[in-house]
């Protein structure tokens, strides 16, 4: 692949976008890690603080629409760059600020990084044209280490009555080293070709479409507000309700991310096998609405530690990016703007849900997580829908369906492709040039197959474009007056189709 970067280049730039999304483990958790420390500090009651937590969304919000812009006119690194200093902002403020308000500015501060984060990262492993499955499953992965860590050193700060601060402070050290590491690291060259829409072709009926679309762009505000409900209120639910110590209670949000971690290992593994995305969604929302139940109704120890595992593994392993892909499948011409859309209804997930948690936390803790059910309920009917709206029969008919599709998109390149050689016809004929050039033909074969990514049908697309080429020629001597020129040259030039097998 042509990334115009050396292999260690590359090394080194993703680990550093690897440790931005560390940080940023540790920025979605770290104000719900310090709820009560924080009310102390701030002088409010813990609902108060909670609904801080919404300013993450609200900075979320705008951010992704101009650092989308940015990313593709001034370059990702630019935005990378935004994005850690934005959080250095919000790290470093949070450790000395006594002011609630100030400390809402502080949480748009770091949602408006999270976007530029994104935009930024993203978009360069695209550049990158590695495996985009493995590197999305790498950040999260990166985000979920930041989730484990943090809790362990909350709870061991708080045994040893070590300053709240310095658990900000680790945020911002990471990110200072970060910043320094990023600077000498060069980014590959933007890729900005238009998507022809690779990957699975979906031919579905309007209707079933707009369900789809509809519940897929649900899902991106169910699968984040059921992950960050859980996370801004498992603790203190543990505390208030379970009465577990302070470290047992911190422990659960580890048991979360390592839940989390696993989780990511067994979505790789399982769309790998070729687990439809569809079922898996289902299963996974399945399992988080029963490990939710069991926090909520059994209420023993092990079982809670046990359930927060399941839940992490199911709802944060990745889930929310599995349906992201289900939708880019339905649009892939416009992937920017959906990755947008479903963003931003996360977004929305991260505004809302703290204010409503926050309102029902004035009640008691119990309702504030007692509402993830709801969500999780909502996500569950949502990934059902969008099964039934994708779900095609294993049939003749839908098989030959989707290759109507396939064959009126082929059929428009190939007009496209006689357009584009008229031109060539007309230089043909000022220069008086033969309307066969061999060396071309072999050019085009061989480039044909390098591109064929299945091995075995190389040498029939390569065949494929033998005759197109002949039609080519065809075409090129009706339009000149020759036909019989190109009537006695090979379809196919053999030596070429050697090449490459
Ligand atoms: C279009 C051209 O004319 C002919 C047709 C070709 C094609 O269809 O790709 C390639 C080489 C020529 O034999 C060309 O010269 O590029």
Not at 157 to 182: D, P, R, T
Not at 251 to 259: D, E, K, P, Q
Not at 436 to 444: A, F
Request: charged letters at 15%; one cysteine or more.
């Amino acid at each position: 692949m042509d990334t115009q970067i050396s292999k260690s280049m590359q090394f080194r730039l993703s680990f550093s976008l690897y440790l931005n999304y560390f940080v940023h483990g540790i920025g979605l958790i770290i104000i719900a890690q310090n709820m009560q420390t924080l009310a102390h500090s701030w002088a409010s009651p813990i609902t108060t603080v909670a609904m801080v937590l919404s300013g993450v969304g609200l900075g979320r919000f705008p951010a992704y629409f101009i650092f989308g812009i940015l990313a593709d006119k001034f370059g990702r690194k630019l935005c990378i760059n935004i994005g850690m200093f934005l959080y250095l902002v919000f790290f470093v403020g949070m450790m000395f600020t006594h002011n609630i308000q100030i400390a809402y500015v502080l949480a748009m501060f770091a949602g408006a990084a999270n976007s530029a984060l994104d935009s930024g990262t993203y978009t360069t492993f695209a550049d990158l044209g590695g495996k985009a499955k493995a590197s999305n499953v790498l950040i999260k992965a990166g985000m979920s280490i930041g989730e484990f860590v943090l809790p362990l050193f909350v709870a061991f700060s708080e045994q040893n009555s070590i300053w709240y601060g310095w658990s900000f402070a680790i945020g911002a050290a990471a990110l200072v080293v970060n910043i320094l590491l990023l600077i000498p690291v060069k980014f590959p060259a933007m890729v900005k070709t238009a998507d022809t829409g690779a990957g699975k072709r979906v031919s579905i009926s309007k209707t079933r479409k707009v369900i789809a679309t509809v519940a897929l762009s649900l899902y991106g505000y169910t699968s984040m507000g059921l992950m960050i409900l859980f996370t801004q209120w498992i603790t203190l639910y543990a505390t208030d309700v379970l009465h577990f110590t302070n470290t047992a209670a911190h422990l659960l949000m580890s048991a979360y991310s390592v839940g989390s971690i696993t989780g990511v290992l067994v979505i790789f593994i399982m769309l790998r096998r070729g687990v439809p995305e569809g079922p898996l969604l289902i299963g996974l929302t399945t399992t988080a609405l029963v490990a939710l139940l069991a926090v909520l109704i059994v209420k023993a120890p092990t079982v809670s530690m046990i359930a927060s595992f399941a839940f992490g593994l199911s709802a944060a392993g990745g889930g929310m990016q599995v349906g992201l892909t289900m939708f880019l499948e339905l649009y892939p011409r416009i992937k920017g703007l959906i990755t947008g859309i479903f963003m931003n209804f996360g977004s929305l997930a991260t505004f809302s849900v703290p204010i409503i948690t926050g309102a029902l936390a004035k009640v008691s803790i119990a309702s504030a997580l007692r509402f993830d059910v709801v969500i999780a309920v909502a996500s569950l009917i949502v990934v059902v829908a969008a099964r039934l709206a994708l779900h095609q029969e294993r049939s003749l008919d839908n098989s030959r369906k989707q290759i109507n599709g396939i064959d009126r998109d082929i059929t428009r390149l190939l007009e496209d492709r006689f357009h584009a050689v008229d031109t060539i016809a007309a230089i043909k004929a000022e220069s008086g040039k033969a309307v066969l050039d061999e060396g071309r033909e072999q050019q085009v074969i061989a480039r044909v197959g390098a591109s064929v990514k299945d091995e075995q049908l190389r040498g029939s697309i390569q065949h494929i474009y033998g005759a197109i080429m002949a039609e080519s020629r065809a075409y090129q001597s009706d339009k000149l007056g020759r036909r019989s020129e190109t009537e006695t040259t090979p379809v196919m030039p053999d030596s070429a189709l050697k090449e490459n097998n």
